[in-house]
């Protein structure tokens, strides 16, 4: 089992165990609803448990982790509110980005945002993981360029979230939205390529919100929702 580089529960190691234990949430390899205790985290991924332990804390008040008093901890529920919210967050976020993007451009973001976006291209070989991840690139580079440090860390958090609700099975073939981000980047790159703040912002939030529909649409029509815990609020 590995030790504390530095001794204390909040030092290198309690940050390893947060990134390592808030992947698996948001890969889907600990599921929403699970159950798990201190000594399990710590046996399946080889931490001390006073770095679990603070890990915990963190991923509580990310919620992303509920605490079960005298039980341990529970992977928190992917429910609808949650859905909701993540996407309410993106059409503030993505198209604040997008526009601040625009505005201070110069001559090399836009060939680099194509380079990017061709990889999202849904070709016969292309899986939807990868596509997912070409996406999520795409839309990371949008905020590394933004100018604002914080609003770059906000976009790549809510894209990390996002990958808890687009990994979930339920989505596992659903291409259509794959088949449509191609072009709606397109026009985003268009207009940070004519540095056209208000049109990169627009064309942002019309690309969000097919992408809230469709998810949602499919979680609904899901079958197996009872198997996700996805609630109703």
């Given amino acids: 089992m590995a030790s504390d580089v530095d001794g204390r529960p909040g030092g290198s190691q309690a940050n390893a165990a947060y990134a390592a234990l808030r992947q698996a949430i948001l890969r889907f390899e600990l599921t929403p609803g699970e159950q798990v205790t201190e000594a399990q985290l710590a046996d399946r991924f080889g931490f001390g448990r006073a770095a679990v332990r603070t890990a915990l804390i963190r991923l509580c008040h990310d919620q992303l982790v509920q605490v079960i008093p ?3 901890y529970a992977i928190a529920p992917i429910t609808f509110t949650y859905v909701r919210e993540l996407f309410g967050v993106r059409l503030v976020i993505e198209p604040a980005a997008a526009r601040l993007a625009a505005e201070r451009a110069d001559g090399t973001l ?28 795409f839309h990371a580079a949008i905020g590394d360029a933004c100018g604002n440090e914080r609003l770059a860390a906000l976009c790549v958090t809510m894209l990390d979230e996002m990958d808890r ?22 026009r985003i790159i268009d207009a940070i390529r004519t540095r056209d703040g208000r049109g990169a912002e627009q064309a942002a939030y019309d690309h969000i919100i097919p992408n809230q529909r469709g998810v949602i649409d499919a979680l609904i029509a899901s079958p197996g929702l009872r198997f996700i815990n996805l609630l109703g609020v």
Avoid: M
């Fill in 70 to 72: 005298r039980h341990g």
């Fill in 110 to 137: 836009a060939p680099e945002l194509e380079r990017l976006n061709q990889a999202c291209i849904h070709l016969p070989e292309t899986d939807l993981a990868s596509l997912r991840r070409a996406n999520k690139a």
């Fill in 165 to 186: 609700v687009l990994y979930l099975p339920q989505l596992a073939t659903v291409w259509e939205r794959a088949d449509a981000s191609f072009e709606e980047h397109s």
